[in-house]
C-alpha cells in the first residue's frame, strides 16, 4: 500500500497530524506537487483541519490560478497560518483576486509574498480594495510583479490603511514619476517601516524625492534602495537627509556609484547620525583614494576610505556592515581590520568578492583575534587558498564571539580544511560553518568529521560542492554517532549509503532538538544549483523520515 501512494498524499497526510509550527514544500517534491491537479487542492484541505501551521511556503511549485483559489479557499476556514508565500508560481490575476476576496474575509493573515508572478491590473484593483477593509496583513512583497505601472492602486491603500509596515516592491521598473507618489503618500503614513525599492529605475530625481520624506517621516525603519540609477549628487542628497533623520535604522545603497564625493557625504552624515544600525555599500566603487582635498589636507591618499571607516565603527552604532565587491586593496582593507580591533557593535560583516588572499585573510585574522562582537562573516569568493584559511583558522582558536563563518568557493582545498577542522575541536562559539566549494577531497572530509566527533556546539555545517565521496562521508556518518548538535549538515550525492545514513542521523538530532520540525536535506549546491537535486526524493525515504519525526503509519 505504501508504495502505491503519491508524495503528494505523504505530505498532506503529515500535514493533517503534524506537531510542527511550518509547511515549506521542498524541490524535491515540489515537481510532483506543480505536475499533479489534485496535489494542491489535497494539501490545502488538510490545511482546513490542521490547527498547528502557521507558516506555509509553496514557491517554484507552478500552482497557477487554481492552486491560489484552493490555497484562498483554505486560509478562509483557517485561522491559524500567519505567513504565506507563493513566490514564483504563476497564479496569475485570477489567483490574485481569489487572494483578494480572502483578505476582505479572514484577519489572521499577517505575511503574503506574491513575488515574481505576472499581475495585471485588475488584480492590484482588487488587492487595494480588500487592503482597505483587512487589518490583519502587516507584510507583503510584491517583487517582479508589474505593480510599478500601477503603484498608484498601492498608494490609494496606504492613504486608509495603517496596518501595513512591510512593502517590498523590488525589480519592478519603477520609475521617479511614479515614487514621488508613493513618497508623498509615505510622509504623511506613520505605519510603513520598510520599504524595499531595491533594482527598479530611480534616478538622481527620485532619491531627491526620497530624501524629502526622509526628512520628515520619523517612522520608516528600513530602506533599500540598492541597484538603481542614482548618480553621486542624489547620493549626497540622500546623505543630507540621513544626518538629519533620526529613526531610519537600516539602508541599502549597493550597487551605486558612491565616488568620492559621495563617501565623503555618506561620512559626513555618519558623524551626526547615531541611530543608523546597517549599512549595505556593496559594490559602490570605494577605493582607497580620497577626495583631492582630504588628501591634499592629511596628506593620506586613502583618506576618505579611513575617514568613512572610522565613522562607521566608531561614531556610529551600526550592527550590520556590508563592504562586499569593492575594490578597497590592502590598504583599504588594513584601515577596516583596524577598526574592526577595537569595534563594539558590528555583528554582521559581509567581505564578499573582495581579493583577500593570504595577506588580507591575514589581516582579517588578527582583526577577529580581538574583536568581541562580530557573529556574523561572510567571505565568499574572497581567493583565500588553503594560506589564508590557516590564517583564519588559528584566530577561531581565540574568537568567542563568532557565530556563522560562511566561506563559499574560497579553494581551501584539503589543507585548510584541516586548519579549520582543528580549530573547531576547540571552539565552542562557532554554530555554523559553510566550506562549500572549496575543492575540499576525503582528506578535509575526515578531518571535519573528526571535528564534529568532538565539537558539541556547531549545530549546521554545509560540505557541500567538494569532491568527498566515500570515504569521507563515511567519516561524516561515524560521527554522527555521537555528534548529538547537528541539525544540517548538508552534502553531495544520491540519498543512498553513506549520505542516506547522514540524513537520518541529522533527522534524529532534530527530532531530539526541535521537538518535529522537518527539515530535508537534498543534494543540492545551494549556491551554483549543481548536484543531483533535480530527482524526486524516493517515496520510501521521505515515508521514512516523516515516520521519523511523527511516529506514524504512513
Known amino acids: 500500500a505504501m508504495a502505491s501512494r503519491s508524495v503528494d498524499d505523504v505530505v498532506a497526510t503529515v500535514l493533517a497530524n503534524t506537531p510542527s509550527s511550518s509547511l515549506s514544500v521542498p524541490c524535491a517534491v515540489r515537481r510532483c506537487v506543480g505536475g499533479s491537479p489534485g496535489a494542491v487542492a489535497r494539501i490545502a484541505e488538510a490545511l482546513k483541519a490542521n490547527t498547528t501551521i502557521k507558516f506555509v511556503d509553496l514557491s517554484s511549485n507552478k500552482i497557477t490560478a487554481e492552486g491560489a483559489r484552493h490555497i484562498a479557499d483554505a486560509l478562509k476556514v483557517n485561522s491559524t497560518i ?14 490574485v483576486l481569489a487572494l483578494a476576496d480572502m483578505l476582505k474575509q479572514t484577519h489572521s493573515l499577517r505575511q503574503l509574498s506574491l513575488n515574481d508572478n505576472a499581475i495585471e491590473e485588475e488584480a492590484f484593483i482588487a488587492m487595494r480594495d480588500a487592503l482597505q477593509v483587512n487589518t490583519s496583513l502587516e507584510n507583503l512583497a510584491l517583487a517582479n510583479t508589474g505593480v510599478g505601472r500601477n503603484l498608484r492602486h498601492l498608494v490609494a491603500t496606504l492613504k486608509v490603511n495603517s496596518t501595513l509596515k512591510t512593502l517590498r516592491l523590488s525589480r519592478n521598473n519603477i520609475t521617479d514619476d511614479e515614487v514621488h507618489s508613493l513618497v508623498d503618500v509615505l510622509k504623511c503614513t506613520v505605519s510603513i517601516r520598510l520599504l524595499d525599492l531595491d533594482c527598479n529605475e530611480i534616478s538622481s530625481w527620485g532619491a531627491k524625492e526620497i530624501a524629502s520624506m526622509l526628512r520628515v517621516n520619523n517612522t520608516l525603519k528600513a530602506l533599500f534602495l540598492s541597484g538603481n540609477q542614482i548618480a553621486t549628487d542624489g547620493v549626497m542628497v540622500l546623505a543630507e537627509a540621513l544626518a538629519a533623520n533620526k529613526c531610519l535604522k537600516k539602508l541599502s545603497l549597493a550597487n551605486t556609484p558612491l565616488e568620492q564625493e559621495g563617501t565623503r557625504a555618506i561620512a559626513n552624515a555618519l558623524r551626526v547620525n547615531s541611530c543608523l544600525k546597517g549599512l549595505d555599500l556593496r559594490s559602490c566603487r570605494i577605493s582607497p583614494e580620497g577626495s583631492r582635498h582630504l588628501a591634499e589636507a592629511l596628506k593620506h591618499p586613502g583618506i576618505v576610505l579611513k575617514v568613512l571607516v572610522n565613522f562607521l565603527l566608531n561614531f556610529a552604532k551600526l550592527q550590520e556592515l556590508d563592504l562586499g565587491d569593492n575594490p578597497l586593496g590592502l590598504d583599504g582593507l588594513g584601515h577596516i581590520t583596524e577598526a574592526l580591533k577595537y569595534n563594539c557593535s558590528i555583528k554582521i560583516l559581509n567581505l564578499g568578492c573582495l581579493h583577500l588572499a593570504e595577506e588580507g585573510a591575514r589581516l582579517l585574522a588578527e582583526a577577529l583575534s580581538e574583536n568581541t562582537s562580530i557573529e556574523h562573516l561572510t567571505l565568499w569568493l574572497c581567493k583565500l587558498g588553503p594560506e589564508g584559511a590557516k590564517h583564519l583558522a588559528k584566530a577561531l582558536t581565540t574568537n568567542h564571539a563568532l557565530r556563522c563563518l560562511e566561506l563559499f568557493s574560497n579553494d581551501i582545498e584539503d589543507t585548510g580544511a584541516e586548519a ?9 562559539a562557532l554554530r555554523r560553518f559553510d566550506c562549500d566549494g572549496n575543492k575540499i577531497g576525503n582528506q578535509g572530509g575526515v578531518a571535519i568529521a573528526a571535528a564534529l566527533a568532538v565539537n558539541n556546539t556547531l549545530t549546521a555545517v554545509n560540505c557541500s560542492g567538494n569532491k568527498i565521496s566515500h570515504d569521507g562521508l563515511g567519516a561524516l556518518a561515524a560521527a554522527l554517532e555521537c555528534n548529538t548538535t547537528i541539525l544540517e549538515l548538508v552534502i553531495d550525492g544520491a540519498p543512498t549509503g553513506e549520505g542516506l545514513l547522514i540524513r537520518e542521523r ?34 520510501d525515504v521521505l515515508v521514512a523520515i516523516a515516520r521519523l519525526f511523527f511516529n506514524e503509519k504512513l
Open 82 to 95: 500567519k505567513t504565506l508565500v507563493l513566490n514564483d508560481n504563476d497564479v496569475g490575476t485570477q489567483g
Open 420 to 428: 579549520f577542522a582543528k580549530a573547531l575541536q576547540s571552539n565552542t
Open 506 to 539: 541529522v533527522a534524529a538530532n532534530v527530532k531530539r532538538h526541535k521537538g518535529g520540525a522537518l527539515s530535508l536535506l537534498l543534494a543540492h549546491h545551494p549556491r551554483t544549483g549543481a548536484g543531483s537535486s533535480a530527482a524526486v526524493l524516493p517515496h
